[in-house]
């Protein structure tokens, strides 16, 4: 990746029913689909003039559930992209799918317009755990989805989440042996965040279900990854694993804070220091877009400091970390020692600096949200 390369993310923030466990940005009014797309449009090209001298290396349509959309309407993205942006490099091009929605006739469509990576959400391969947490999709859908997602893609991701209520040893066996039996090119595993509002979290409160513990938790994350490192798949971000040159290039521009356009609401961007959040609210969003103003809800020019903070904090997830050197070419040997001096005076045991890498040791991958917010205490 160098400083001209893009990466493009598109938030389509629609979807059939929503989850109990879920905070991302959707709505269940469908009729809002046409109206929303129209102004995704208008955003691309209105981003298009900043955007001139990148060449597009990556695109993510995420949501919400991007497999509910009909084809035509992301087809209408894709030729505004083709015909506003320079797409001939492009390398990876991933999109969000919900077992339920999974089609034949949309997978060759997908296929067509040149996707070449599909993420599918499972969250868990056990019935009564899907039931409970408002999943709309079965075990059995989750097979069927798989099996055509196969012939038409070699490289797709599985979302697992661990720790929903129900799980317990045989829930979580269940899901790797999906993965051995099945084979996606990559996992993400990521841990039930119950810090949000979301209506699971009033069942929690009030009662109604239950967490499984914590240590419980700390013992299955470690299962999980020894069996997916017995079956050749490579840990390389904190909830990432991934078969031999499958890992995400997209996220990979986020880890490493390159440059990257949001489009749609609550999107971020992050181009040449700039970063950005989109309104989340579709109205606001469908408004400024209209007036030809871009529709942020947070912005900043960071300044070396910030953006070197923003690096160290993304950084820090993949499992081989910072190259010191690209860190000192970057912001300056100065800036770069005092700020991970500070880190190691805040954090001491938390972080190891091996092979001219700055990342996470055992303890830090194990407790890393601590480090997260001890970063963000560090002042210049
Ligand atoms: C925004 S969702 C979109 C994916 C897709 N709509 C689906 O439901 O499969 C992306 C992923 O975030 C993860 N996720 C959502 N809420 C979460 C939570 N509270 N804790 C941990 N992971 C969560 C899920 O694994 C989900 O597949
Ligand atoms: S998890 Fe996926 S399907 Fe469920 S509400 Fe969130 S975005 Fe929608």
Not at 283 to 290: L, S, V
């Amino acid at each position: 990746m160098n400083c001209n390369d893009l990466g493009i993310y598109i938030h389509i923030p629609f979807c059939t029913k929503r989850c109990l466990y879920c905070d991302y940005t959707s709505f269940t009014n469908l009729e809002l689909i046409e109206k929303y797309f129209d102004t995704l449009k208008k955003e691309i090209i209105l981003k298009s003039r900043e955007s001139k001298s990148f060449k597009i290396k990556t695109i993510y349509l995420g949501g919400g559930t991007p497999s509910i959309i009909k084809t035509d309407l992301i087809e209408d993205i894709f030729f505004t992209l083709l015909n506003n942006y320079d797409i001939n490099s492009l390398e990876e091009f991933t999109i969000e799918v919900n077992p339920e929605s999974v089609r034949e006739d949309k997978l060759s469509f997908y296929k067509s317009i040149g996707i070449n990576r599909i993420s599918i959400g499972f969250q868990s391969t056990t019935n009564e755990i899907l039931k409970k947490v408002g999943r709309i999709h079965r075990f059995e859908e989750e097979i069927r989805a798989f099996s055509l997602l196969k012939k038409y893609f070699d490289n797709i991701n599985v979302d697992f989440i661990l720790g929903l209520p129900g799980e317990n040893t045989n829930t979580v066996a269940k899901n790797l042996e999906f993965i051995q039996n099945f084979q996606p090119s990559h996992i993400s595993y990521y841990l039930f965040d119950a810090s949000h509002d979301t209506p699971l979290k009033f069942l929690l409160n009030d009662g109604k279900m239950y967490l499984p513990d914590e240590d419980f938790l700390a013992g299955q994350l470690d299962l999980i990854d020894n069996f997916l490192k017995n079956i050749n798949y490579k840990h390389y971000e904190i909830s990432s694993w991934a078969l031999l040159s499958k890992e995400s290039m997209h996220n990979k521009l986020y880890w490493h804070n390159l440059n990257y356009q949001g489009f749609g609401i609550s999107a971020g961007g992050h181009v040449n220091n700039f970063r950005y959040v989109n309104t989340s609210s579709i109205n606001n969003y469908i408004k400024y877009i209209n007036e030809g103003v871009f529709p942020y809800e947070y912005q900043n020019s960071n300044d070396s400091f910030h953006e070197l903070i923003e690096t160290l904090f993304m950084g820090l997830r993949l499992l081989d970390g910072i190259n010191y050197v690209s860190l000192v070419n970057r912001f300056g040997k100065t800036l770069t020692d005092k700020v991970i001096d500070n880190l190691k005076k805040n954090v001491e045991n938390y972080i190891c600096i091996k092979d001219n890498h700055i990342k996470l040791s055992k303890k830090g991958l194990d407790y890393s949200r601590y480090v997260f917010e001890k970063l963000l205490d560090i002042t210049y």
